[in-house]
């Protein structure tokens, strides 16, 4: 079945370092692929998305790209923030019907001051 | 105006009770949806109505029974709860599936379940 794999955490930052959080995916044909954010005692919220090959997702500085060749989608920012501090899911739905998220199993980051 | 609402967002009870999970959207979706969140932060999912009509179903056990009165409600109830239904249990709502963005799904903000 489809399956979403990312690197385990938790993930330990200083303020204004560079961030890459790993997310591989095993799905036939398509899939579209999400990170989806929590922040404390919340819940879940869209990061961004991509739902075909190249195509690059961006949203508050946060970029992923679509994969194929690599099956990967992995999370990257240039300079993160104290209010960057949350866990991060990536996700993916099979393309052609099933709307349900397949999640990873969540990369919880701290960022410092 | 909150988009996706869950009451309660807290539960503790003891164990063999029944409880119930409100969840209400203010969206116009058509497709709800139930997701558990374990200990560990793994998410996953339960439910899926699509205009009051089941179309997916877990293997999650017969304890569980789901309920959408309107498309704009997915109610979700548990009986005879046990110590491994603990848990946060998070509804979301989506479009549907008839346009580029069905597939965005927008989520409560958790109800946590504690079974004693």
């Known amino acids: 079945g489809d399956s979403v794999t990312q690197m385990e955490g938790p993930v330990t930052l200083s303020e204004e370092a560079f961030l890459t959080i790993n997310c591989t995916y095993t799905?036939?044909?398509?899939?579209?692929l999400f990170w989806y954010v929590q922040y404390p005692g919340e819940g879940l919220q869209l990061l961004l998305k991509?739902?075909?090959?190249?195509d690059k997702g961006s949203n508050k500085g946060f970029e992923a790209t679509y994969r194929k060749e690599t099956t990967s989608f992995h999370l990257e920012k240039g300079s993160v923030q104290v209010s960057d501090s949350a866990v991060y899911f990536c996700?993916?739905?099979?393309?052609?019907?099933?709307?349900?998220?397949?999640f990873g199993k969540g990369t919880k980051l701290t960022v410092n001051p | 105006d909150t988009a996706v609402s869950q009451t309660p967002k807290y539960l503790v009870t003891q164990m063999g009770n029944d409880k119930s999970i409100k969840c209400e959207q203010n969206?116009?979706?058509?497709?709800m949806y139930w997701y558990k969140q374990d200990s560990k932060k793994f998410l996953k999912i339960m439910f899926s109505?699509?205009?009051?009509?089941?179309?997916i179903n877990e293997t999650v056990p017969n304890r569980f029974s789901p309920k959408s009165p309107d498309k704009a409600h997915l109610n979700l109830h548990i009986n005879s709860l046990e110590l491994g239904d603990s848990a946060v249990y998070f509804c979301?709502?989506?479009?549907?599936?008839?346009?580029?963005?069905?597939?965005?799904?927008?989520f409560g903000a958790g109800t946590r379940l504690s079974v004693l």
């Open positions: 979301a709502s989506s479009p549907g599936t008839h346009s580029w963005t069905a597939n965005i799904q927008y």
């Open positions: 799905a036939t044909g398509y899939p579209s």
């Open positions: 991509a739902t075909k090959a190249d």
């Open positions: 996700a993916l739905t099979a393309q052609g019907g099933s709307e349900k998220l397949v």
């Open positions: 969206l116009g979706h058509d497709t």
């Open positions: 109505y699509n205009n009051k009509e089941l179309i």
